[in-house]
């Protein structure tokens, strides 16, 4: 049974920092998609970043690019997502997805196409 997990979520101030993690199980960790998402009220669901497990090239979206960091520790099946120099902008629940990779690229699965989801875990920036 697949399981995602985010954890570290907060509230900070404006240009602060905070890293959330993603603890994931239940799937071989190297094959798969995965990304994070967030959602603010009244807004659509955004990709954050996109990736695959099992290494290569991360997309970003544009309005986190060099602020935002992913990484992730195959043997503890655990990923984070560093976040720096935080705007109000960036306030939104933030979640962890994964979907089989299945031959896809990863940088183009649209957030419909992730099959599990965490429970989210909230992020407040403060002006």
């Not at 009244?42 to 099992?54: A, C, D, L, S």
């Amino acid at each position: 049974q697949v399981q995602l997990e985010e954890s570290g979520g907060g509230s900070v101030q404006a240009g602060g920092s905070l890293r959330i993690s993603c603890a994931a199980s239940g799937f071989h960790f190297s094959s798969y998609c995965m990304g994070w998402f967030r959602q603010a009220p009244g807004k659509e669901r955004e990709g954050v970043v996109k990736f695959f497990t099992g290494g290569g090239i991360e997309n970003y979206a544009d309005s986190v690019k060099g602020r935002f960091t992913i990484s992730r520790d195959k043997d503890k099946k655990m990923v984070y997502l560093q976040m720096n120099s935080l705007k109000p902008a960036d306030t939104a629940m933030y979640y962890c997805a994964a979907a089989p990779l299945n031959g896809r690229l990863c940088r183009l699965l649209e957030s419909m196409e992730y099959t599990y989801w965490g429970p989210g875990t909230q992020v407040t920036v403060s002006s």
